[in-house]
DNA sequence: GATGAATGAGGCTTCATTCAT
DNA sequence: GATGAATGAAGCCTCATTCAT
């Protein structure tokens, strides 16, 4: 009776909108990989103006020219690195699973998700927020799209704990960046928070509020019982493999 | 019995880390404002590396020299928006109010002023936001202490309502980041969120959130006559004035 | 018997000081003659600071960007100019012989080499002594080796003239100087200087000069049979070929 | 029965070629050395083209806008300045005595005066040569007259040996660019030849080479007389009091 | 006479993009 | 398909000169 989660393709991640002169559909695929992951490491050290194409290149260890038959202009180049990096926040996103069906459980895996890639590639979330302003307005909405279709992949979740009771209803668009935004705080401003907590703190400390802000009755007496059932695994020896 | 406001003079602030050529204080004072609202503005619409100093010159009405007897290098012209754009932000923070000394009502003043300064120049946050990296390694340490300083004006209302008990305690510099990214939020993510909430609405419902989430038992009896009271007062015809 | 010709590899004279962006040696080598010689030559004229970049690649046939492939800076360019330039005074002096082996003949020879490339050149001379200033410090020292190095192939001809007995003995750097001074003279007050001698005349009294001042008595019947054989070379009809 | 030395106002001193608003001699005479001494100190340093009009103010303790009442443009600053550098030349080298009227000793004088001066203002020699050329092409012709003026104090004790039969006859004024280029020397190349001389050997030194290529038999036992006295004099305690 | 803030043309340098090989 | 040398427009900054006070 769920919902037929989004989905459906969404276009944003789509790499075609950047065209180029190599037919070869997988090694357009590779050198745009090599290509990409240079160009958002450079892109985040030193922001997008500062990096030039021929540092691309050289760290990419390919020539300047080679760039230009795979992206038209440097512009493209960001749009691939943005897209890249989404993809990757809504690949690791798509495949948090959480205990089983239980609501809170799969939203707090969301939330652990989020924030722990956030933390693996913290430069990537930077970059979003300082780069998607050097694209052309017109690529600023595939970045867009990209966004919100990872965020449904937490909406669909806080709907969940709704529709299961454990959530006062409450409108899911805003309770959705609020999660975000804590997650994407992890690397906004990391500076100062990790001052004052690890990331296991941060995000038990951001669920815990989330759900003490929202939670029904019956929504407290579940989250109870999700932490009995998480410091027992927790006295465990082995827990989550450093990232 | 109050701790004292802050600090006296928060040296985050002191434009004079910026060398000028012109010795004439007041001269300098007003200069400045001339070049960096012009500066800011551009800054805010084109990003930092889009805009040129000509272009801040001409809008500013002056030569383009003169920006140069008043900031050594374009990057300085930026570390005074940023500093004069947090400036603003501080001032507002700093005289917003609140009914008498009511913790919660207090609270609630800091973080209306704060989104809805970030309401009127949402540009201004975006900026903060795009091109503090933009800056030299050394003037990103201003700004950082400037938003500390700014932080803390949240900070000791957030610890007012603790130590009146009516929040549990918690890590008082998390709980600011919170309210803190909440405001920001409203800039960074507006063309999402002005989509299922107006500012009024969104400051309510942060507040609510928050107050949910931390209240004692005590918190929650006082935030619901504040609630009562903000209607009575809502429910008068004259309201918050447009800013 | 004699003294080794110098060292073997100057580095003084290696341009390899000046990074350069391109890697194919050849191109770099060609290139690099190609913008020097339109820049020597505009220095010259114009000095250095009345010269600009886009005047040289201009002259040179080029664009302007790819003079900095070649070079780092306006002041390479210059360092590059100045060491071609000390280069040829150096090839030249180098290939000069003299009459076999007669130490009074080689010396001549090579204040007649010098003072000719000077006249052939005397923007080279002038720039040296304009120019060098203009060089960064650390550049200058560069030129120093190279004078040293140029100034060594008289010194050997001056200390051959003294251990054969035909010169008393003296200061032979002192001499050196003595020598060069009278070939850079030859440009540096050529205003005045051309009104009183050609450079056939200026060359013979310069040497007669100095051997004057320096030859022992067996020098001085040297010196005698040397310029009865020269007045026996002029009178034939072929004389040195105009440079 | 001595010729009239030339003298009769050289133009080239005068310093009315360059215009001034002011009109009171005095006070031009005043200002003008103030900031022609800034001037000359900096452009001997630094070079013409990187020393601003703002430094020469500065160090001259007066505003930019002052210099520009008592010379026109920045070359005219130059001119004054190389004027009064030569007119000290001048000035110095015409006070120089010498032992009663012994043409050798008179000539030795001039020498050693010449030498000294330029020992004591290095870059005031180095300033001419480097910076002439940053003269506006009229302009350089002052300069040449006044060299012409100078050089005509050494020229006519020149003159006096030819003709007390002490040299042998020459042309003057290879001659005078001889002892004057020896001068330079000094300056021009002090790196090196302070190496191996100090200035007194380097005058005596000068000397001795200039009158053995020159001097008849009657020359010759002049100069021993002359050595003989010098010798004499040196032996007592006080000396040529430091400069 | 003196001041120093203001001007704006011009130079060095960078770098996205092209194209011959 | 790949290379990297070549291009040239454009931007930051400097500084001689002016002018209102």
């Known amino acids: 009776m769920k919902k037929k989660p989004v989905s459906a393709a969404p276009r944003s991640f789509d790499a075609t909108v950047v065209k180029s002169q190599v037919t070869d559909v997988a090694l357009v695929q590779r050198r745009r990989e090599q290509i990409v992951a240079a160009a958002v490491e450079l892109f985040s050290v030193q922001?997008?103006?500062?990096?030039?194409?021929?540092?691309?290149?050289?760290?990419?260890?390919?020539s300047t020219g080679l760039i230009y038959q795979y992206a038209e202009t440097k512009e493209d180049v960001l749009l691939l690195g943005l897209m890249f990096v989404m993809e990757r926040f809504r690949r690791e996103l798509e495949s948090s699973r959480g205990e089983g069906t239980e609501p809170l459980s799969r939203l707090y895996a969301a939330l652990d998700t989020y924030c722990r890639v956030v933390d693996r590639h913290p430069e990537a979330t930077v970059l979003a927020y300082r780069s998607t302003m050097s694209l052309p307005r017109e690529y600023r909405e595939y970045?867009?799209?990209a966004e919100l279709a990872t965020n449904e992949l937490i909406a669909e979740r806080i709907r969940a704990c709704i529709e299961a009771g454990l959530f006062r209803d409450a409108k899911v668009e805003l309770l959705t960046y609020r999660l975000v935004l804590h997650a994407h705080g992890w690397s906004l401003k990391h500076w100062r928070l990790s001052e004052f907590a690890t990331i296991d703190e941060?995000?038990?400390?951001?669920f815990d509020f989330f759900v003490h802000a929202l939670a029904t009755r019956k929504g407290k007496s579940q989250y109870a019982r999700f932490r009995a059932s998480r410091a027992k695994q927790l006295s465990k020896p082995v827990r989550k493999a450093a990232g």
Chains 1, 2, 3, 4 share one sequence.
């Not at 922001?47 to 390919?62: C, D, H, L, N, S």
């Not at 941060?202 to 951001?206: H, I, K, N, S």
């Open 47 to 62: 922001g997008f103006y500062r990096t030039t194409m021929q540092e691309i290149a050289r760290k990419a260890g390919v």
């Open 143 to 145: 970045i867009k799209q």
């Open 202 to 206: 941060y995000v038990d400390e951001g």
